[in-house]
């Protein structure tokens, strides 16, 4: 008797032992478990956030370009309307430089070949037909010319209003950018005429966004060590030079 309540005392302690086992693994798996959530890695939308951007962008290229039909058509998202519209540039601008055709004859030109050929028409219409045919009147909407001068009209003001912060003297290092971007696009102006220039800002403009778009991450981080280098010789640049530079106390206009 007093071996079976042994081996029975020992059965109820090997089983007590298991029960205790789990429940100390179960703990330890699920401190395992919190541990490695607390250490699990930041998601990409926050990895991808740090990153830096050129231009200090958050958005894509598409609505940094403004959206809507004119980002597709500098993104080349419809390939036969950007083809049409940079071979149409391509065009104008050969008959006009490399042809040397002037605008006003240009012109001329179309109009004359215009008429005559609707002249030659409505003439063998009647003569066929024994009937005047009837010429469709062309008009020119409104709305769309008034949204483009409004347009322009407040891309000019808001950079007139630009122009007039850089020039009060309040930031100097955008004074100095301003200056080296108007000095150097009077040289380039200096080496090609107007019409040349705005074909190549023209050229660029379908071909950098699109390149920059599809190499985007490995063109940010070279543009981010080229800011940091450019951050670091300007720093220099301010110590050495702009820092020297005596400026008066500002005077405080009476009313």
Request: glycine fraction near 4%; aromatic fraction near 10%; include cysteine.
């Amino acid at each position: 008797m007093a071996e079976e309540s042994e081996s029975k005392q020992s059965a109820v302690g090997s089983v007590i032992e298991k029960i205790s086992e789990k429940i100390h693994g179960h703990d330890s798996s699920s401190s395992s478990d919190s541990d490695s959530d607390h250490k699990k890695p930041a998601s990409p939308s926050s990895v991808k956030a740090k990153i830096y951007r050129l231009f200090g962008r958050e958005r894509p290229v598409h609505h940094v370009l403004g959206g809507g039909k004119p980002a597709d058509v500098f993104l080349w998202r419809k390939k036969k309307i950007s083809a049409g519209v940079l071979g149409g540039a391509t065009a104008i601008w050969v008959l006009f430089e490399l042809v040397e055709y002037h605008l006003l004859t240009l012109v001329c030109h179309i109009s004359i070949l215009c008429l005559a050929v609707m002249f030659l028409w409505s003439n063998a219409h009647t003569f066929i037909h024994k009937t005047t045919p009837r010429i469709p009147e062309v008009h020119l909407p409104e709305e769309p010319f008034l949204q483009v001068a409004s347009a322009l009209t407040i891309e000019l003001n808001q950079a007139l209003k630009l122009l007039r912060d850089i020039a009060s003297g309040r930031d100097l290092k955008k004074f100095l950018m301003v200056i080296a971007a108007f000095w150097i696009l009077s040289i380039v102006g200096s080496w090609c005429n107007f019409l040349t220039l705005f074909y190549i800002s023209f050229v660029l403009l379908h071909t950098v966004p699109v390149i920059y778009e599809k190499y985007e991450d490995k063109v940010d981080p070279f543009a981010e060590k080229v800011m940091i280098e450019i951050k670091k010789q300007y720093t220099v640049f301010d110590a050495k030079v702009l820092s020297k530079i005596p400026k008066g106390p500002l005077k405080t206009k009476k009313v």
